[in-house]
């Protein structure tokens, strides 16, 4: 189940006039997690992939919705900033896409609507979604904030799942105002792949002696799952369709075991499960701003990201012990490396790493910085346990208390209610 350009669609259901026009939802510098004033968050329950669990709450404006925009995406010298994260249908001829400029998408359709983005408002309403599901669907997995997977096997009979899934594209319609294709088949990634050619408001059913039949036209760089890395391997053989990967397995072996599900997966065979819950392999937060040469200040900002996912991190009562930094410099210049440090999480440790990993990967001192990602993985859990350093666990236990209770005042009065001195020094 796929929602029909789901963050315009979210925004149609609030705003109808905007039903049939063209419109963008856009997405610019965060400015907010790094200003002085104090903030409301609010940390979401899990929503499937690519999606974060902190959203800052956005505060009622007086300014008409389809002048909001200016607010953040114009500054005061007159530079339109920001680029295109989701788009109607309406705008398909005008040949804007996700990642286009926003000064660029104003200039190639006249006329276009643009509006901020509400991430809270479109997990809510995902979350919504996802309770109503739950009472039509005996097992549904939350793939992203816009995609879920369900299980019908002996609920549906076969012959019946075109008549109930039409049933369901309807009334999530009627119910939430909200367009959704629906696809199915014995494999999760060949409904998954039959939505994408659907969209929008299409239903299909792909049963098994069916499947040769869809896949096989259908070219490689479009099958969930096949990155880059694979495309360009498959093409550097002349391999351009699925029916062409088909009958090469050996290529798909040179991957190990992900290359071997991923050549079931084009089969229709993976037999993968859909899966109501899955254990959270990590979690990341990360920004994008106006190019920085300010070292303190991007000392700052790596300081006020790292607290705030500390903070989530305790918050989900996970214990990380690789971590993630990366940062990306003007003009395209990258710096990233992960890190794997067996202890047990705690807030002080976290921002202490996270300044010296800023110190390690910041190789070229001179360039601007526009760009920050931390993250954290390979979390000890029930079904993962790890020997933690006894040079440190001592240390660590206290200040990992300390955690819990920094975490139980934020619950109460705001994340930003307890800080650090050195983030209320702002550079620049």
Not at 391 to 418: C, N, P, T
């Amino acid at each position: 189940m796929d929602l029909d350009c789901y963050f315009v669609s979210a925004e149609r259901t609030r705003y109808p006039f905007l039903k049939g026009r063209p419109v963008v939802v856009a997405k610019g510098s965060d400015k907010r997690i790094f200003a002085l004033e104090k903030k409301e968050a609010l940390l979401l329950e899990e929503s499937g992939a690519f999606n974060s669990t902190l959203q800052f709450i956005t505060k009622p404006s007086i300014t008409p919705i389809i002048k909001q925009w200016r607010e953040e995406f114009i500054d005061k010298d007159g530079t339109i900033h920001g680029i295109v994260i989701a788009k109607s249908y309406e705008t398909k001829k005008f040949k804007i896409k996700t990642g286009t400029p926003l000064k660029d998408a104003l200039m190639m359709c006249p006329g276009l609507i643009v509006l901020p983005s509400d991430h809270l408002f479109y997990q809510m309403l995902s979350f919504k979604l996802k309770a109503y599901l739950e009472t039509k669907i005996p097992l549904l997995e939350q793939y992203s904030i816009d995609e879920f997977f369900g299980d019908v096997g002996g609920w549906i009979e076969d012959n019946n799942t075109l008549e109930f899934i039409a049933m369901l594209q309807r009334e999530i319609t009627e119910k939430f105002d909200l367009p959704i294709s629906i696809a199915a088949s014995k494999s999760k990634w060949i409904a998954k792949l039959a939505t994408d050619t659907i969209k929008p408001y299409g239903v299909k059913v792909i049963y098994p002696h069916e499947v040769n039949a869809f896949v096989n036209p259908i070219k490689v760089e479009d099958f969930p799952g096949v990155g880059r890395a694979v495309e360009q391997r498959l093409k550097h053989y002349g391999i351009e369709t699925l029916e062409e990967a088909k009958r090469l397995p050996m290529l798909f072996d040179a991957y190990g075991k992900t290359g071997k599900e991923l050549y079931k997966r084009i089969q229709g065979i993976d037999n993968e499960p859909v899966h109501p819950s899955r254990e959270r392999k990590g979690i990341g937060i990360s920004r994008n701003f106006a190019a920085i040469e300010d070292r303190e200040e991007i000392q700052r900002r790596v300081m006020i990201l790292s607290r705030y996912l500390s903070y989530t991190i305790t918050k989900l009562g996970l214990n990380p012990t690789t971590f993630f930094m990366k940062i990306r410099y003007q003009y395209g210049t990258k710096s990233s490396k992960s890190f794997t440090h067996d202890r047990l999480f705690n807030e002080v440790f976290f921002i202490d790493l996270a300044q010296s990993m800023l110190k390690e990967l910041d190789v070229h001192p001179r360039y601007k910085i526009h760009y920050i990602g931390l993250g954290a993985s390979n979390c000890t859990g029930i079904h993962k346990r790890k020997s933690f350093s006894m040079l440190e666990f001592h240390k660590d236990s206290k200040y990992a208390k300390l955690s819990q209770g920094l975490m139980k005042i934020r619950d109460k009065y705001g994340v930003d209610m307890i800080g650090y001195g050195r983030e209320r020094v702002m550079s620049v």
